[in-house]
């Protein structure tokens, strides 16, 4: 008894010998990132839960996208400013193929720029109208199972085992997510009415078509990085399809909700009690948040690679589905609440994901880490 007793000790010493410190500090600084990341990535769904709960704006209004934009183009800014030599895409090189390949970067980046506003617009629709919860599980599990389609038939890239596998739970969980609310409408005594429920469609159509889009976008991204031996940097890509996305979002609050401003802007606030105050405290939280879950996945890509990325990005979903039924559940907003269905289709999707990402090579994962869950959080 005594003899195990030393042991015991022994190990407890052993562990927290002098010289092994550094390698726990080690473990907890690489372990730290994937927390932030989590952490931050939940925290701007909750933040955009609220807004959207507020009501003190039209959804149409598309207020979040004109603070992602706006924010990252400012964050992409100031890091370009103290960057030691940052490339700039705006010079022209000598060589002629290095020309043409600079003027293909341009158009990659302008395609990317476009597609990216009309995902966020579709995803922010998609979150109006179904809610958090269902938007973050719907966006995570159709993004792994359209970059899966278009890994194997547009980038030719052979799927693993694991990976069929892994699609195959996301399909499962998508179905048992997207079955659960019709068949609870169905079967409570208030049936949902036809207006609620042609929104749920117009939602869930809308976080497909942005699922499909930043699956879209990460083949392009990938092809982008790949052009010959000066691709450009991230930040760069960043900088220059925020301008492009706050330049469209300028254009359409200018074209579109100007000409409707009481309408879409003054009747709401009025409505809900909000002041200008509290309204442009709650956007500013958005982007302060939302550029805190950039920094981190960047950290997150930096030290763990893609496969960091992808992990969390498969845990958000039964994260927020946590988070949202502890303070969003109400007999208003039943998609938030965590039932049966929701439980196992959040477990069966974060299952899906885990498995995808561990029988992926990191080449593989790589098409769609940057912006899944990084450029569309909200």
Known sequence: ???????????????????????????ARRFLPLVCYLVTGTAVTTVSQVIANKQFISDSVQALACVKYASTLAVSFSSAAFAASPKKLTTIPADTQKRKRRSMQRQLILVIGCIDVLAYAAFCTGFAYCDGAVATLILAGGGQLFTAIMSKYILKKQLSQSQVLGVALVCIGLCIRGLGPLLSSRQASTPMDEDAQQKMYIGLASLLFASIAYSLLGVIYQTLVSTGDDPPSHSDIMLQSSIIGLAAMAGYEVFHVLPKWRFLVTKPMQTSGTTIGQATFWLAAFGAVYNCHSYAAGM????????????????????????????FCSPAKPLQCLTASSAASAATVTTGGIVWVQGSRPNQVCSTCTFLFVNNSA
């Open 1 to 27: 008894m005594h003899t195990d007793r030393r042991r015991g000790l022994a190990r407890v010493a052993q562990r927290y010998r002098p010289d092994t410190m550094p390698n726990m500090i080690h473990k």
């Open 300 to 327: 997150v890509f930096c030290m763990d690679g893609a496969q960091g990325v992808g992990i969390v990005n498969a845990m958000r979903g039964a994260t927020v589905a946590l988070v949202s039924h502890a303070f």
